[in-house]
């Protein structure tokens, strides 16, 4: 069975700081991957996702993502982050025929000092 | 932008109740889920549909079904609530073919007492 293991429960950066949130992931095939983000009392929005190719893939708000195949990891990246990126973070692999049913990580909480 | 509306905000049942949690979406997409959002667990998919009637049993389906009469309708019951079912629950829609992102709805906070 695949799994998501997001390491940092929270993360406090700096505004302005870069900013990096680790995902690995356990599944047996070529895995779909995204990265969605949850703002407090929303529902998740889609930053950016992974199927083939290009392994550094660019999303939306300034983040990016690297898969490395090698280390099971699809890390997600911001080089400065702002005050409106504190936000709870999810990765998650696809899986099923199409990709598109689901497993997520715990989550990570960034908090964003001024 | 597709649109995923989730009935209620906050409810609050009593154990034993029936509960009926809806969902609907305005963009006609194929595939529809239901996930519980824990503190710590991330989210986890109890059930989903990929066409009208037809339903697949998710992670944690146990305690819970769902009905599909409408291709924009997805409806979660509880059966006989649980104080174990306290929880966030997030519906979400997805068109269907290789890998389309879902589309989330904002939550219904559910508390059972």
């Known amino acids: 069975a695949q799994s998501v293991t997001q390491p940092d429960i929270h993360i406090t950066v700096s505004e302005g700081a870069s900013l990096e949130l680790r995902c690995n992931y356990s599944?047996?095939?070529?895995?779909?991957l995204f990265w969605y983000v949850q703002s407090p009392g929303q529902g998740l929005q889609l930053l950016l996702k992974?199927?083939?190719?290009?392994?550094l893939v660019q999303g939306i708000k300034g983040f990016e993502a690297e898969f490395k195949r090698s280390q099971s990891s699809f890390n997600l990246r911001k080089p400065s982050v702002h005050w409106s990126d504190a936000a709870e973070y999810f990765c998650?692999?696809?899986?099923?025929?199409?990709?598109?049913?689901?497993?997520f990580g715990g989550g990570t909480r960034v908090l964003v000092k001024p | 932008d597709v649109k995923v509306t989730q009935s209620s905000r906050y409810l609050v049942k009593r154990t034993g109740e029936k509960v009926f949690l809806e969902c609907v979406q305005d963009m006609d997409h194929e595939n529809m889920f239901w996930y519980r959002q824990d503190p710590g667990l991330g989210l986890r998919l109890i059930y989903f549909s990929y066409d009208v009637k037809m339903k697949e049993k998710g992670d944690i389906p146990e305690g819970y079904s769902v009905s599909r009469e409408k291709k924009e309708r997805f409806s979660l019951i509880l059966e006989s609530a649980s104080t174990n079912q306290t929880s966030m629950y997030l519906c979400?829609?997805?068109?269907?073919?290789?890998?389309?992102?879902?589309?989330f709805g904002n939550g219904t906070r559910l508390t059972v007492t």
């Open positions: 992974y199927f083939s190719g290009d392994t």
């Open positions: 979400a829609s997805s068109p269907g073919g290789q890998g389309s992102p879902l589309h």
């Open positions: 998650a692999v696809g899986k099923g025929a199409a990709g598109n049913k689901l497993t």
């Open positions: 599944y047996g095939a070529t895995p779909y």
